[in-house]
């Protein structure tokens, strides 16, 4: 677990999770993971993987080869708001 981004407006924290080998069928080490996208405000999150994972990935990846502001990598993580469906529950 590896936090990426944390503003005033949103969170993200990367899971990455080796898989078994024995799961995978083969001897062949396969990663499994992916994103958790937290709207502060809204108090909702979402854990994104695999393909739709990667094209935030990539996204991300362009976005920053730009230097945005921080508004601007918040804008980009508002376009996943409306697939954020699991409030932010604290223990």
């Known amino acids: 677990m590896q ?5 005033d407006s949103y969170a993200v924290v990367m899971f990455d ?13 396969v990663n ?11 108090r ?3 854990f994104i993987e695999g393909a739709l994972a990667q094209s935030f990935k990539e996204g991300v ?8 502001s921080e508004e601007e990598i918040d804008e980009y993580l508002a376009r996943f708001a409306s697939l954020m469906h699991q409030p932010v529950v604290l223990h």
């Open 3 to 7: 936090m990426l981004y944390n503003s």
């Open 17 to 29: 999770v080796p898989a078994d080998a024995s799961i995978a069928g083969n001897d062949d080490t």
């Open 32 to 42: 499994r993971g992916g994103y958790e996208i937290v709207d502060k405000f809204a």
């Open 44 to 46: 909702k999150e979402i």
């Open 61 to 68: 990846e362009a976005l920053i080869e730009t230097e945005p």
